[in-house]
């Protein structure tokens, strides 16, 4: 006898999306975890750093970080570093994020346009408002221009963190994110190193300040609805 031919049924088009679903999940879990983790060490590193924060005089391991990059690199780095506090300040970093907003509603995006602006908001508030509780004096070590209004947490640092956090969030699903997660490493380092270089901040100042830029952009990740199933051109 022949063997009966069975005809292959065609797979509905529901079934094949539901599946590329479940497989997009899938590889996302990983990344959810990381940053799960991610956000919660940004909480400890900020709890510590606040304790930190309190401290008077500071802790002796703080000023001595600040002495030695001092002795290491004397002032050869001055330009750089001097360029870098005019890049970090509000001056130049609220044009940036409203730019950001702008043109992320300029083309059609309303959703990230909001995250954008909600995030350099936030990162503006935040940073006035813990100055403002905490009132840590500022490092006296050497003769350098600082602001008058307090050392904690340090407003540049911060600022960049948001603002780099917000274009890997929002580039998500680009070939472009890997270059922003990139650039803003880099950057948010730099930007840190020169506040100590400075003399401005203390190391506690910076590191809280990158906490708090982890933290401010998963809020507005969460609370704007940038989830990582939307599609990055909502």
Excluded at 98 to 119: D, Y
Aim: charged share 15%; net charge positive.
């Amino acid at each position: 006898m022949r063997a009966a031919t069975i005809r292959e049924m065609p797979i509905p088009s529901w079934h094949m999306a539901e599946t590329a679903r479940a497989g997009a999940q899938i590889q996302r879990e990983p990344v959810r975890t990381a940053l799960s983790w991610l956000v919660a060490v940004s909480f400890v590193i900020l709890a510590v750093t606040t304790v930190l924060a309190f401290v008077r005089p500071p802790v002796p391991a703080e000023v001595s970080t600040l002495t030695w990059i001092r002795g290491t690199f004397g002032g050869s780095l001055d330009g750089l570093m001097r360029f870098l506090d005019e890049v970090g300040s509000v001056a130049v970093m609220s044009p940036a994020f409203v730019a950001l907003a702008a043109a992320l509603l300029l083309a059609g995006r309303r959703r990230p346009a909001v995250a954008a602006f909600a995030g350099g908001a936030a990162a503006l508030l935040v940073n006035i408002v813990i100055k403002t509780l905490v009132s840590r004096p500022r490092p006296d070590l050497w003769a350098v221009e600082v602001d008058s209004i307090g050392s904690y947490p340090s407003g540049h640092t911060l600022f960049v963190t948001v603002f780099f956090g917000l274009l890997v969030v929002l580039l998500r699903g680009t070939r472009w994110r890997g270059i922003a997660l990139g650039a803003g490493v880099v950057v948010c380092l730099v930007m840190a190193f020169s506040r100590l270089y400075l003399g401005e901040h203390f190391p506690s100042d910076v590191v809280a300040s990158l906490a708090l830029g982890v933290l401010i952009v998963s809020a507005v990740e969460r609370f704007i609805g940038l989830s990582a199933s939307q599609h990055p051109a909502q």
